[in-house]
Structures are given as structure tokens and as C-alpha cells.
């Protein structure tokens, strides 16, 4: 059976509702939609001025939140480079060009970047947010103990293919 855990991590803004930061299913990690919002509800990239007027940066939100999604996926063993298909969700396509500066500093080589869809959104969670974004993952060290096992189990099979046989050919030897 395929493990199935939550990724629940206490140092992680909590979810809004009662779903995990991410799940691990078998070799593959699940990242909910992450944002840039810390623990204490505050935001990174979100700079609120004495007078009310409110500065949001798109580079610091796609920064943390990239951040905070590679600490989701250290829990299961994983890094951004693990990443096979990300989700992207912003509020305004005008901050296009400023999430993918920061994709790219990130994810330098087209050859090596998740799969990623990119979709403007009416709204998120909270009107400081530019930038939400969920991931999937697969796990390395799964994949290699599964293609490890996989290679003894078949090694033990042609072991014992191999014995039986040398036991049928030492029985007919033996008869005549």
C-alpha cells in the first residue's frame, strides 16, 4: 500500500479551511494553492503605509510563495527542482511579466521547469494577494527505493528461476 500523509507544518500560515498544506500520495507530493501570507496573517510583498494606502509587490509575493512551497516540499524529501507541474493563479495578467522575472530566476532552464498553467483569477483569499500557486511533486528518494525494489524482485525472480531449474535438470539426471 501506497503511504497517503498530510503535510500539516506549525511554522506555515494555517489553512483557511480544514485541508493540509500538501499531501504525499505514494511517489507523488501534492502542494495545496500557497500564498505569500506568513503565520502571524501578514503578507510578504505588502507594504501598508500609516495613511492606508496599500503597496503590493508581485517579485516578494512570487518570491515567498516559491519559498514557502519549497518548505512544504522539504517535509516530503522534496525541492523545487522535484516540481513536475505547478499551477499558477494571479489576480492581474499585468503581473505577468514580474511573476515569471522571479519563475525564471527559480527555474533558469525550460528543459528542467515544471509543466505550469498560469490563470487570472476575480480574486483570492485576501485583497493583498497578487499571486497564488499549488504544485505537484515527485518524490525522488520514493522513486528510487520503488525502482530499487523493483530490480531485487526481479533479480529474485530469475534467482529462483534459475534454481528450479537446475532442480528439474539434477531430477532428470538423476531418473536416467
Not at 499531501?23 to 503578507?43: A, K, Q, T, Y
Not at 490563470?119 to 527505493?145: F, G, I, S
Request: hydrophobic residues 50%; glycine residues 6%; contains cysteine.
Amino acid at each position: 500500500m501506497q503511504p497517503n500523509r498530510p503535510i500539516i507544518l506549525n511554522d506555515r500560515a494555517a489553512a483557511l479551511a480544514r485541508y493540509p498544506h500538501g499531501r504525499v500520495v505514494g511517489e507523488l507530493v501534492f502542494v495545496s494553492g500557497i500564498s505569500s501570507r506568513r503565520p502571524d496573517n501578514s503578507h510578504d510583498g505588502v507594504v501598508v503605509h500609516a495613511n492606508g494606502h496599500v503597496e503590493r509587490d508581485i517579485r516578494a509575493q512570487t518570491r515567498a510563495v516559491l519559498g514557502n512551497i519549497g518548505v512544504i516540499l522539504a517535509d516530503a524529501g522534496c525541492t523545487l527542482a522535484d516540481v513536475v507541474d505547478m499551477g499558477v493563479f494571479l489576480v492581474d495578467m499585468g503581473d505577468y511579466a514580474g511573476m515569471n522575472e522571479v519563475w525564471n530566476e527559480h527555474f533558469p532552464d525550460a528543459r528542467r521547469a515544471p509543466a505550469r498553467t498560469t490563470v487570472a483569477v476575480h480574486q483570492l483569499p485576501h485583497p493583498n494577494l497578487l499571486v497564488e500557486m499549488k504544485a505537484v511533486a515527485l518524490r525522488p528518494a520514493t522513486a528510487k527505493a520503488a525502482t530499487a525494489k523493483a530490480a531485487t524482485a526481479k533479480a529474485a525472480t530469475a534467482k529462483a528461476a534459475t534454481a528450479k531449474a537446475a532442480t528439474a535438470k539434477a531430477a532428470t539426471a538423476k531418473a536416467a
